[in-house]
């Protein structure tokens, strides 16, 4: 389920202890959290799935993604206006039906896996892309898996010792 309240935190959390946000139909996923400030902070903490349409999250503050996003038939859309967006290690984005997946922070990305045979966008206005996959998945796996990537960082694209590892055709 949804935890939705303006907490001392200002924090927008969709929580573990439900179901997560699942449409069955042909609707859109669209969450936001966000004023005119930097404080609004939206946490996924739980599933995200769309049978049927697109995902757009927005948050003026952290986007902090703690479990995986699917979508069947759209795109994927994280954007954190004027902070981080930040993938726990394994955790997913996908779109299975080729849908575009954008990542845009007005800070940093920690980057996990992001997969679609459509187009991806990773973009950190005024920060760095990094890889936060783990020593397990040291075999080289792809963070990012598309038909074409942009990646467009001020500060840096990966580490020398964790670069960002990719697939695209």
């Known amino acids: 389920g949804i935890l939705a309240s303006k907490l001392p935190q200002n924090k927008f959390t969709v929580d573990s202890a439900g179901t997560g946000v699942i449409t069955t139909g042909s609707g859109n996923i669209t969450l936001r959290a966000n004023d005119t400030g930097t404080d609004k902070v939206l946490y996924i903490n739980d599933v995200i799935t769309a049978l049927g349409?697109?995902?757009?999250?927005?948050?003026?503050?952290?986007?902090?993604?703690?479990?995986n996003i699917t979508t069947s038939t759209g795109s994927i859309s994280l954007t954190s206006t004027n902070a981080n967006i930040i993938m726990t290690d394994t955790k997913k984005s996908q779109s299975t039906s080729g849908g575009d997946i954008?990542?845009?922070?007005?800070?940093?990305?920690q980057l996990s896996l992001l997969n679609t045979s459509g187009n991806v966008n990773v973009t950190a206005?005024?920060?760095?892309?990094?890889?936060?996959?783990?020593?397990?998945?040291l075999?080289?796996?792809?963070?990012?898996?598309?038909n074409a990537l942009s990646l467009t960082a001020k500060t840096g694209i990966g580490?020398?010792?964790?670069?960002?590892?990719?697939t695209v055709s």
């Not at 003026?60 to 993604?65: C, H, S």
């Open 139 to 146: 075999t080289e796996s792809a963070n990012i898996l598309g």
């Open 125 to 137: 206005t005024n920060g760095s892309i990094t890889d936060v996959l783990s020593t397990v998945l």
């Open 159 to 166: 580490t020398s010792s964790a670069d960002i590892d990719t």
């Open 102 to 109: 954008t990542y845009s922070a007005g800070n940093s990305i």
């Open 53 to 67: 349409g697109a995902v757009s999250l927005t948050a003026d503050g952290n986007v902090n993604q703690t479990e």
